[in-house]
């Protein structure tokens, strides 16, 4: 089945800085790579998705691009602010199968 | 209102006791999951279901159950084979089909054993 890596597990960063959060996936076949945030005891959300026929999607102030030849994906924040401070899961998934998740990583923005 | 609805939000199991997760989406999502949430672990399939009366076994289905006989509810027993169930538990859904689709998550049940 799919596995997922994420990387780092905790990332600090001080505000207006960039973030970027890298994930790696096992599965060629897996077309679909979605990412969430979850601020603390709260459900996750999706922030922003990619899919295998694209390389690069932006909104605002995120970002991710996709290597599927490298079977790498990424997310990135620009001009952090400390209310993006949570844990940031990526996700990747096949057509008719489950999403797998990789482990998150802890985004602390100071001010 | 439509969206994915956890109860109860807090739940408090005996040792040998078994309890049970509720999850209900009104969404007309063909597939459910449950997920377990341990501090730096991720999200860990515990079940998950893609048709009424199916469902399949995840990473750390030991301890647990599921049942699917209507396609809005997906509820997890927490069995007392289950030697460590205290986290947080995460109900989602999501479409299946051609254009994979976000999955939308329950606002959580977190578990204690006292």
């Known amino acids: 089945g799919e596995n997922v890596e994420q990387h780092p597990s905790t990332l600090s960063v001080q505000e207006g800085d960039s973030a970027v959060i890298k994930c790696t996936y096992s599965d060629s076949a897996s077309n679909y790579f979605p990412w969430y945030k979850q601020e603390l005891g709260k459900r996750p959300q999706l922030i922003i998705d990619?899919?295998?026929?694209?390389g690069e999607k932006k909104d605002q102030r995120i970002a991710v691009t996709l290597n599927k030849t490298a079977k790498h994906f990424s997310l990135h924040i620009t001009e952090t602010q400390p209310e993006d401070s949570a844990v940031y899961f990526c996700?990747?998934?096949?057509?008719?199968?489950?999403?797998?998740f990789g482990k998150g990583t802890m985004l602390l923005v100071s001010p | 209102d439509g969206g994915i609805t956890q109860s109860p939000k807090y739940l408090f199991r005996k040792e040998g006791q078994n309890v049970t997760l509720s999850c209900e989406q009104n969404?007309?999502?063909?597939?459910m999951y449950w997920y377990r949430q341990d501090p730096g672990q991720g999200l860990r399939l515990i079940y998950y279901s893609q048709i009424v009366n199916d469902f399949q076994k995840g990473d750390i289905a030991e301890g647990y159950s599921v049942s699917r006989e209507k396609k809005e509810s997906f509820p997890l027993t927490v069995t007392s084979a289950q030697k460590n169930p205290t986290a947080f538990y995460l109900c989602?859904?999501?479409?299946?089909?051609?254009?994979?689709?976000?999955?939308?998550f329950g606002q959580g049940t977190r578990l204690t054993v006292v």
């Open positions: 989602a859904s999501t479409h299946l089909g051609i254009g994979d689709t976000e999955a939308f």
């Open positions: 996700a990747g998934k096949q057509r008719y199968s489950t999403l797998t």
């Open positions: 990619i899919r295998s026929n694209v």
């Open positions: 969404l007309n999502h063909d597939a």
